[in-house]
């Protein structure tokens, strides 16, 4: 990079704006922390990548103001829920079982909720969306990262084309396992998902 780019700064760079980087982005913006989503979908992919919430997810929706949505709109309370060993199918008698529809936990809230995901992004990036601190840029490509003691920066196209430069205190990776954080800059440096085998 040289002197010539203009760089923008915020505090926080979030690269990806699934539910993870948009709630985020909404947490900070409560809390008046300036942030930047950068996220190459210009529109809410539809896939639905994830199917559950546990309390605590059902929490921090409450914290950025979705708890009105929760239940009528973004999912529903799971009840029970069986475990076999799936040998004979779902002839398998249950060995444990689990009533997810109590609020018996630490929170208030039921244990777990069956959400669509894309209802459920499309609320929490509304949410942040409200906060003035947030920024979301949808359409953007992140090509590059450095980073020294002060600063990290990123590079991107926008979605206009044109090559921007962010830096940030912190940069956050919520694109996903195949993700350009994790794939371009965290497995080159030797961090890699890990998994357990079996």
């Given amino acids: 990079m040289t002197a010539t780019h203009q760089i923008e700064t915020t505090d926080v760079i979030i690269c990806g704006c699934g539910p993870t980087g948009a709630l985020l982005s909404a947490l900070l913006g409560r809390k008046s922390v300036k942030n930047v989503v950068l996220e190459k979908e210009k529109d809410i992919v539809t896939d639905p990548r994830g199917i559950a ?13 979705l708890y009105d949505k929760v239940h009528t709109e973004i999912g529903e309370f799971i009840g029970w829920l069986f475990f076999t060993s799936g040998k004979q199918g779902l002839n398998t ?10 609020t018996e936990g630490g929170t208030g809230h039921v244990a777990a909720i069956c959400h669509k995901q894309p209802t459920l992004e499309k609320n929490i990036r509304l949410a942040a969306s409200k906060c003035p601190s947030s920024e979301l840029r949808l359409g953007t490509t992140v090509v590059a990262i450095e980073e020294d003691e002060a600063w990290v920066r990123a590079r ?19 694109d996903g396992k195949t993700g350009f954080i994790r794939k371009n800059y965290l497995e080159p440096k030797g961090v890699a998902l890990q998994t357990l085998s079996g």
Avoid at 53 to 65: H, K, M, P, V
Avoid at 93 to 102: A, D, G, R
């Fill in 53 to 65: 919430l546990d309390e605590d997810g059902i929490r921090l929706l409450q914290e950025i103001g």
């Fill in 93 to 102: 008698k249950p060995f444990m079982q689990m009533n997810l529809s109590t």
């Fill in 156 to 174: 991107y196209i926008d979605a206009n084309g044109e090559t921007r430069w962010i830096q940030g205190k912190f940069l956050v990776g919520a």
